[in-house]
């Protein structure tokens, strides 16, 4: 009876200890995953931080070239005005002349 008790005993042992195995080996696989997954998606936070950064950058010096390009412009409409003034004058000065 001790014998077979024991032996009963012995298998429902090396089923649990079996099992717990298989349940920390699914564990340290869980752990494994989420800490990839972390990493992971720090580095991703990384390289969109510096691409945001890099679009920023890129933005500000879009914007100050137009404000540039815009003062330009500006110079350069009042430059037309006046050269357009200063025909016209011309024009009808030489048309009195003849």
Not at 18 to 31: G, L, V
Not at 36 to 45: L, P, R, V
Not at 53 to 60: H, N
Request: proline share 0%.
């Amino acid at each position: 009876l001790l014998k077979k008790l024991k032996g009963e005993f012995s298998a429902k042992l090396g089923d649990c200890q079996k099992e717990e195995m298989n349940s920390k080996h699914a564990y340290d696989m869980i752990i494994q995953d989420l800490t990839d997954s972390i990493e992971n998606g720090e580095t991703d936070i990384e390289e969109k931080k510096g691409h945001v950064q890099g679009k920023m950058e890129g933005s500000a010096k879009k914007k100050k070239h137009l404000l540039s390009v815009t003062a330009l412009k500006a110079e350069n409409e009042k430059l037309l005005e006046a050269t357009a003034t200063e025909c016209s004058e011309k024009t009808l000065s030489f048309e009195e002349k003849q």
